[in-house]
């Protein structure tokens, strides 16, 4: 995994409710790495303050994406009994001055290059990642449609969509006015069009489903999954290590069967994005790739598996099983 | 298929290797059907009645060659919107020549089925001369250039944007 960079938290305001804007820069103020529109940092959180371990949270970035002096995110507060874990808390302690550990940017969401125009779907605090894909069509002038879905008075960034896409941009605060026009959008978007989305779940799957409907090939169809989404427990499976065979139940994790039975692995995030949990993996009936760490590449090298969320696929036999070397 | 495609052949089609019929992709929400020749237009016949069953919205051109399914394709895909699909029937040399138009026109593979009745013609671009040379080859035979005589192997690499195949000569790393 890569090396974290130190940083200082620049500038932090409430955004709206529930949110707060951070801005994060070099403490001697030196240009940091730039990103893809649509990157995401990590940042660390420590323990302590009712945090049993450390904990690593994944934030789209907002802002400048060429040679950036700060990295802009907004965090989402999810309390407790909304299964939140207490990083988004913790980033709302930090105040102008506090310090973060932050993993460089990685890209699990970019815009794809030949299309010929950009639909993007948002909804809530999803609008992150799709500020930043408008940020750069309005750069380039690439043709781009926003249909986003906010609750009344509430939601950040919306004043930055209108001011980067003006038109372009349809803001919607009830769902059912929202589904109305994004059946009407999706039936109206000219051959070459990709369309993107970043939302909770269950919009996301609405969105897919409608642009099914509607004739869209999956391939035309992007979406950006937030670590705080619950996954779906999965499929049992058996994992080979060092000559023994242990069981993975539905709604357990490979990294906790590994946990359980005495193996140290590095961990953080437990949610697929800090790329702390890689195995190698020895072979595999089959692997389901469920995280934000991973290149395409590596996924179809088949040769290493993030513990926390990934899992063992069935082969040709039936059987779901893999051989990790630690 | 009758043998698995050699690693180096990865952007040659398995249609352009062996004749095949791809069902119609229900899931499109209208449809171009070109057919070129005969041939296609008797291939592409089973599409139009499944499009038919279906009450699906449905552009037919029947073509006399590539370069009229071209221009028709063209046209048809100026106004397409996302959920048009694009079928093909005709020889592969045909096949691939209207995937060109559609792939410069933003499709993508998933949006295009074919039906390909021969594959024993195919377009050689050369990349001495630049000529394209249409001819009865295989994959890796040689044949002389029409642009400018050098003996030219059949690389098995196809042009997306063209639909045809490399084209060099044969002893090119030989002695002059
Ligand atoms: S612990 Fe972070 S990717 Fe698994």
């Known amino acids: 995994m890569s090396a974290s960079l130190s940083l200082v938290v620049l500038d932090a305001v409430d955004a709206a409710p529930g949110v707060r804007s951070l801005s994060l820069a070099d403490p001697s103020g030196a240009t940091l790495p730039s990103y893809t529109p649509g990157s995401h940092v990590v940042v660390e959180i420590p323990a302590g303050e009712g945090r049993e371990r450390p904990l690593a949270n994944a934030y789209s970035l907002t802002g400048e994406s060429l040679h950036p002096d700060r990295y802009s995110i907004s965090v989402l507060h999810v309390p407790h009994s909304d299964g939140g874990h207490g990083g988004s808390a913790w980033m709302h302690t930090l105040g102008v001055g506090s310090q973060v550990q932050v993993l460089p940017p990685r890209s699990a969401f970019a815009p794809v290059r030949p299309a010929s125009r950009h639909l993007l779907l948002g909804a809530g605090i999803g609008v992150t990642p799709l500020v930043s894909h408008l940020r750069s069509h309005a750069r380039w002038g690439a043709p781009v449609e926003v249909l986003h879905l906010a609750r009344p008075g509430q939601g950040a960034h919306l004043d930055d969509l209108v001011e980067l896409g003006g038109d372009a941009v349809t803001l919607v605060h009830d769902r059912a006015t929202w589904l109305t026009i994004l059946r009407g959008r999706l039936r109206a978007q000219p051959m070459g069009t990709h369309l993107y989305t970043c939302g909770p779940a269950g919009f996301m799957d609405t969105v897919v489903a409608e642009a099914t409907v509607a004739g869209w090939p999956a391939g035309r169809v992007h979406l950006e999954h937030f670590g705080i989404d619950a996954l779906a427990p999965g499929e049992p499976f058996t994992v080979g290590v060092d000559g023994d065979v242990l069981d993975v139940p539905s709604g357990v994790s490979l990294l906790e069967a590994l946990e359980e039975a005495g193996r140290e692995i590095p961990s953080l995030c437990r949610q697929g994005v800090c790329g702390e949990c890689r195995l190698k993996v020895g072979s595999a009936t089959g692997l389901l790739h469920r995280d934000l760490y991973l290149t395409d590449d590596d996924k179809a090298a088949g040769d290493c598996v993030m513990a926390c969320v990934s899992r063992a696929q069935p082969g040709a036999d039936g059987r779901s099983h893999l051989e990790v070397l630690l | ?176």
Not at chain 2, 150 to 156: E, G, N, Q
């Open chain 2, 1 to 176: 298929m009758s043998a698995p495609a050699p690693p180096h052949y990865t952007s040659v089609p398995a249609w352009a290797r062996e004749p095949v019929v791809e069902p119609v992709d229900h899931a499109g929400t209208s449809h171009s059907v070109l057919s070129v020749g005969p041939d296609g237009a008797a291939a592409a016949a089973h599409w139009l009645d499944a499009l038919g069953c279906a009450g699906a919205r449905v552009r037919h051109h029947d073509c006399a060659d590539a370069a009229q399914a071209v221009d028709a394709l063209e046209t048809d895909l100026a106004d397409a919107l996302v959920g048009h699909r694009v079928l093909v029937a005709g020889s592969a040399q045909a096949c691939l020549a209207v995937r060109a138009a559609a792939v410069r026109a933003g499709l993508s593979d998933a949006e295009l089925r074919v039906a390909v009745t021969t594959v024993d013609e195919r377009s050689v671009w050369c990349v001495h001369c630049h000529a394209t040379n249409s001819a009865a080859a295989e994959l890796e035979d040689v044949l002389a250039c029409a642009g400018c005589g050098r003996t030219l192997l059949v690389y098995p690499h196809v042009s997306r944007r063209t639909g045809a195949h490399l084209g060099f000569m044969v002893d090119a790393e030989g002695p002059a």
